[in-house]
């Protein structure tokens, strides 16, 4: 029986609402059963090498996940955050405000105690680390051995020992002042040195208070400055550390101008090796010894949404293997305590975090700060005061 031309177009119509309706149902479902994980300030070099590990992780699974990066200049707040699964950040104050879901005690019970301390907030652990970066004081071995120098520990003889390699190196310390994070970094591991752990944290609270309200730098904040100011106007520190970029430090190391450095683990690892590893890198001297803590920006990663697959991603993503593969990939250090480190620096920075009093402590700017534009107003208060 033929169709007729009415009934042909019927068919057609019919079985093309049919098809747009499988296609329309088909991509909501692949949408609702997409697992999103999202990035924060990660560098692209590490995302890619933690989604290439959840990939790896997950390969004999059928399951569909989606990454993404999200606005880097936005603070997180602003960010709709609950849509992803899991978002990859640095540990931070915004991080800590997030509406995070409970890390398991059993894949907590994987990282040591101090470490897990990190993550903890009443009661609660609000996120699970992943990687350590480390804000660390690299001794020019050259210079200290011709001169016959002990490694410094405490900030009273980091301060001679400054001085005595000042007869070798025309910069007895250098530091990357025009990246915000190395600004920070080492103003944070100065203070922390310098404080009681307890005196440090309330310093963060005050600099939080302060760029809430936009007003001026705290006395406290100033009084550590002018003791780094010390250095500067004594010779002791680089005149213009605040502007000194990774490639003009590059030039003082090749040109045997400096002395000594304090830098984050991963810009340490920038530098051509022929260069770097003439510099012995420890924690940095600690004169608070009974709270000395290890300033480190912590890679974390927080669960926004609760689901056996979820904890299945984070609990493989801490296993010996993995974290041996994150550690290798992007010489940073592993968090759990399994897993071996890139090299003796990247374990050492593991091994500070555990044994310390204090652990792994944040830098102002993780603790202080919420939006990434106040960051930027702040260090340049900073660099401002320094002049």
Known sequence: MEFTKKARITLISVISVLLISTGI??????????????????????????????????ADKKTKISFVKLNKNKPLYEIQTKKFAIIFAYNSRGVIELESKQIPVSIMAAFPTKIRYSVTSNNKYYAMPVLLDHFGFSIYTSYQNMLGLAEPNSLTNLKKYLKEVNAKASVPLAVCGSDDSELFGFIS?????????????????????AQSSLSDLPFEMKSILDEI?????????????????????????????????VTSLSLHRTFPYNLIKYYNTTIFPQEQKDTAGAVVPEIVAVKMQNGNFINSILQNLITADSQKNLSEQTALAPAASAGE?????????RFWCAATP?????SFKEASFITPERVTTYAQKIRDYLK
Not at 243 to 257: A, G, I, R, Y
Not at 342 to 349: C, E, G, I, K
Not at 358 to 362: I, N, Q, R, T, Y
């Open 341 to 349: 480190s890139h090299d003796t620096l990247a374990d050492d920075v």
């Open 358 to 362: 204090s652990g792994p402590v944040p």
């Open 189 to 209: 591991a100065y203070a922390q040195s310098r404080m009681t752990i307890k005196e440090y944290y309330a310093l963060c609270t005050e600099l939080y208070k």
């Open 229 to 261: 100011k010390s250095l500067q106007n004594d010779g002791l520190l680089f005149a213009n550390w605040t502007t000194l970029t990774p490639s003009q430090m590059e030039f003082m190391m090749k040109e045997h101008h400096m002395g000594s450095a």
């Open 25 to 58: 149902y088909l991509a909501h479902y692949i949408r609702i059963n997409t697992t999103k994980i999202a990035f924060y300030q990660i560098s692209p070099e590490v995302q890619n090498v933690i989604e290439n590990q959840i990939k790896k992780n997950l």
